[in-house]
T-cell receptor
């Protein structure tokens, strides 16, 4: 079973920041928070991941609370092409088959013109 | 660019026949690959873990004799849907962790299977 909970759907105006929350209250000390998104009829796309520090890359920023029980993915300037289902997943990061990704239902982000 | 690639992207087959889907890691070696299935408007469901040089590990409820997985090399895993039925029609997606990129898992483009 997925170890995260996310809102089913969210709307965001084009050009504004999209803030997608995720709760992972049972996260273990060796588990990272990963974010992926899936645009319709495509394979999931990796966005970002983090352990406990906030992270930023060219796609997004990830804010993780100090107790690590929740996080927020931030798309700073959403565009229509960011409309997708966003998945928050916790996963241990060592090599091997046990660190598979288990998907929940994700958040459908609809960017409105 | 893509680091994991699948082929074919779309395939139509007749009931009772078998169809093979390939998953390749393009610029890294993968001793492990994962296969998922996704039905319309649903999330991804993990089917099995493909292990290079050994048998695949199947998730509960997935028939290993129906979904044959072969991980013949460090860059190639194949999923064969045997004796396909219309209910096997789905979006099949593979993924693999890249040790060179911090074990981040990357996904292929997916393969649409339609059984008629």
């Amino acid at each position: 079973d997925a170890k995260t909970t996310q809102p089913t759907s969210m709307d965001c105006a084009e050009g504004r920041a999209a803030n997608l929350p995720c709760n992972h209250s049972t996260i273990s000390g060796n588990e990272y928070v990963y974010w992926y998104r899936q645009i319709h009829s495509q394979g999931p796309q990796y966005i970002i991941h983090g352990l406990k520090n906030n992270e930023t890359n060219e796609m997004a920023s990830l804010i993780i609370t100090e107790d690590r029980k929740s996080s927020t993915l931030i798309l700073p300037h959403a565009t229509l092409r960011d409309t997708a289902v966003y998945y928050c997943i916790v996963r241990a990061n060592y090599g091997g088959a046990t660190n598979k990704l288990i998907f929940g239902t994700g958040t459908l982000l609809a960017v409105q013109p | 660019g893509a680091v994991v690639s699948q082929h074919p992207s779309r395939v139509i087959c007749k009931s009772g026949t078998s169809v093979k889907i390939e998953c390749r890691s393009l610029d890294f070696q993968a001793t492990t690959m994962f296969w998922y299935r996704q039905f319309p408007k649903q999330s991804l469901m993990l089917m099995a873990t493909s292990n290079e040089g050994s048998k695949a590990t199947y998730e509960q409820g997935v028939e290993k004799d129906k979904f044959l997985i072969n991980h013949a090399s460090l860059t190639l895993s194949t999923l064969t849907v045997t004796s396909a039925h219309p209910e096997d029609s789905s979006f099949y997606i593979c993924s693999a962790p890249d040790r060179g990129r911090g074990n981040t898992i990357y996904f292929g483009e997916g393969s649409w299977l339609t059984v008629v």
